[in-house]
């Protein structure tokens, strides 16, 4: 066991956090007059005039059954990126910490270390895209607060050897992020499981991609019972409106549907990965462990914009470290990867 509260800023350690109408009466009553919301309800049909659960109980239940991780070992967040700056927000002391990303990666880590004024410490990955696990190693300093993994990785598309990130949650005096927001569309097991073992792990996943819900803004965050109490000190008190709550309560219930289309998006990926293999201008169709697929091509920056001219809009990652000449292309219906092929056949540089 490591010991997460030496790592947790001073100030926030020291808080003393907001505390709301509904934290201060959690009971039942008959008259609500504790809150000042509009005691009339609201124009819309729906009741939207109460505050939201701030810890979103039923919903963490729910989610607690179908992931097999305790209610009290899960956070919920305004999308993944609010779990992201909140962990800086607990952990770096601005100016003075540090975080390990590992390029090419998601933008956001880098995004929230700047906002945050944390400093990077960058460990590119490797040619082969695997973890360089000997330089990250090497890298820590007692200021080392995060280091970030993201398991499928976006924009490489693969998952990192479980040994490895298994050996850096050990070794690492700090808190790991596995960010496995493609999780379901990968052949590797959830660090979930790791969880009861490591303490010092944050495990994110995100209702955004395989259950479709983008526009929601809903995020899952599942670590020791300590890092979720600090979440849930330095959160927003309402931060996920009553409307997320109940849409993802009704999304829960249609898990057959994600499944489903789990299923197929897997499909369609080993097919489009063999289509864009025949093309003359792919130099390297890398395999893929989520549903989207980097591909590098002879001219990126002509096909992305001979795609674009085609009503086809796929991610130009070809200024991108170690992704010189790719092109993302996130996996469409049936439909749609069949009007991408046919379009990239009609391309002539
Ligand atoms: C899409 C994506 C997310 C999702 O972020 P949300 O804020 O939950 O929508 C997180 N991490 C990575 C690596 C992603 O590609």
């Known amino acids: 066991m490591k010991d997460i509260e030496a790592w947790v800023r001073p100030n926030i350690k020291a808080l003393k956090p907001y505390s709301s109408a509904r934290d201060e009466f959690k009971g039942e009553a008959s008259v609500y007059l504790d809150a000042n919301e509009n005691s ?45 700056d909140l962990l800086f927000r607990i952990f770096c002391e601005p100016g003075i910490d540090e975080v390990i990303i590992c390029p090419p990666t998601y933008g956001m880590y880098e995004v929230s270390a700047n906002i945050n004024n944390v400093g990077i410490g960058s460990v590119p990955l490797l040619p082969s895209f695997d973890l360089d696990v000997e330089k990250i190693l090497e890298s820590f300093t007692p200021n080392t607060r995060l280091l ?33 927001a493609y999780i379901n569309y990968s052949r590797q ?19 955004s991609k395989a259950w479709g819900l983008a526009a929601l803004r809903l995020g899952m965050a599942f670590a020791s019972e300590v890092i979720i109490s600090y979440f849930n ?22 898990i057959a549907w994600v499944n489903e289309h789990i ?55 070809s200024k991108v470290q170690l992704c010189e000449g790719c092109l993302r292309i996130t996996i469409g219906t049936p439909e749609e990867n069949d009007a991408l092929i046919n379009t990239l056949k009609s391309y002539t540089a």
Do not use: M
């Open 40 to 84: 009339f309800g609201s124009p819309l049909e729906d009741a939207y005039h109460r505050y939201p659960d701030p810890l979103q109980k039923t919903l963490k239940e729910k989610i607690s059954g179908i992931k097999g991780v305790p209610p009290q070992n899960i956070f919920l967040g305004n999308g993944s990126d609010e779990a992201i």
């Open 148 to 180: 970030f993994i993201c398991s499928p990785n976006n924009p490489t598309a693969n998952s990192f050897h479980p040994d490895d990130v298994e050996l850096l949650i050990q070794k690492f005096n700090g808190i790991v992020v596995i960010d496995e």
């Open 189 to 207: 097991k959830s660090a979930i499981r790791w969880l009861t073992e490591y303490d010092n792990l944050v495990v994110l996943q995100t209702f």
């Open 233 to 254: 000190k330095v959160k927003p008190p309402y931060n996920i409106n009553i409307a997320t709550q109940e849409l993802a309560l009704q999304a829960l219930d249609n």
């Open 263 to 317: 299923r197929q998006t897997v499909i369609l990926r080993e097919q489009l990965i063999q289509q864009l293999q025949q093309l003359p201008f792919a130099q390297k169709v890398y395999p893929s462990d989520a549903n989207f697929i980097l591909v590098k091509v002879t001219d990126a920056s002509g096909i992305y914009h001979f795609l674009v001219s085609k009503g086809i809009i796929v991610r130009d990652r």
